[in-house]
């Protein structure tokens, strides 16, 4: 039996859970401009800095229901944004944006990129909200593997399980994937499914191409006669702040083209919005960052290209 008031309350919370996802999504989102990557939630694995003086690792997603407290999780990282310092467990702001009103975790999925156009890709995460009991008996199926990175037969098992949460439509179709429990079609006292009660929002991150062209050439005094050697262009990525270059891995090195193969190729690459992006120029022998004139440091937040002479 259906008690029309019971899904009057039911559907006011989940208008206002809708709300509070829309807004913890635009903190996300905010974080992927974060310079020092420490608690940037777009910190990804293989896309974050290591070696030297600098310990970085990358953010904790969520792959099955009810993890444990993860203090380099996305919802510890966003908790420090807000201001609290160092949360050790599920408390305070921590609590707040990992748990709503049912008690059940909010989860947050980070998936493969997909092309949008010749310059840009789009790097997709999903955060999902299951607005009923804990004690109601539901699971999901767990992610077969955390490779999301990778282009291997993991990370292929990996991108299908994403694929098959991230386009469903929840609301609509009032059920779940396909393979999943049935009982996530039955509904209660209030006329709508469990399906129905789970809310999803998208993320998207770009990545955009950055082109590099390299038009130095090689220069002969006109007095001494002796001929230097073009400067090659050292591009570095997921630079954490202004630190230290020796801590960040190289991009990709341009090397110049000769007089007779001008311009040189240009080389390009895609990069997450909001990495802040060094370039520096020197002969092809000084390979250390110190011994390199930088000419450019920016954050990203569109497809860009340099030409150096």
Do not use: C
């Amino acid at each position: 039996m259906v008690y029309p008031a019971f899904g009057l309350i039911e559907r006011s919370r989940l208008r206002a859970e809708q709300e509070t996802l829309l807004m913890i999504a635009e903190e996300i989102k905010n974080s992927f401009r974060t310079d020092g990557l420490v608690n940037n939630i777009s910190a990804l694995a293989e896309e974050i800095p290591s070696g030297g003086g600098i310990t970085l690792v990358p953010t904790v997603f969520d792959y099955a229901w009810n993890e444990s407290f993860d203090s380099e999780a996305w919802y510890a990282r966003l908790a420090r944004l807000r201001g609290q310092a160092s949360p050790t467990g599920f408390e305070g702001q921590a609590y707040d944006i990992a748990y709503n009103a049912y008690k059940n975790r909010r989860l947050l999925f980070v998936g493969p990129s997909y092309p949008a156009d010749e310059n840009i890709e789009m790097q997709t995460y999903f955060l999902v909200s299951f607005m009923f009991r804990p004690d109601e008996g539901l699971t999901f199926s767990s992610a077969p593997n955390k490779k999301y990175y990778e282009t291997s037969t993991d990370g292929a098992a990996y991108a299908a399980w994403y694929g098959q949460f991230y386009t469903h439509d929840w609301s609509v179709t009032g059920s779940a994937p396909s393979g999943w429990d049935s009982d996530w079609g039955n509904t209660g006292i209030t006329g709508l499914s469990f399906a129905q009660k789970v809310l999803v929002v998208k993320i998207v991150q770009p990545r955009y191409r950055m082109t590099v062209n390299n038009h130095s050439q090689p220069y002969t005094d006109p007095v001494t006669g002796l001929t230097t050697v073009a400067d090659s262009i050292w591009v570095y990525t997921n630079v954490v702040g202004e630190g230290a270059l020796v801590d960040s891995p190289l991009w990709l090195k341009v090397d110049s083209g000769v007089s007779t193969s001008f311009p040189a190729s240009a080389v390009d690459r895609r990069i997450l919005e909001g990495r802040r992006v060094v370039v520096k120029r020197a002969i092809p022998t000084k390979t250390s960052p110190g011994d390199q004139k930088q000419i450019y440091s920016f954050l990203l937040n569109e497809p860009t290209a340099i030409t150096t002479q």
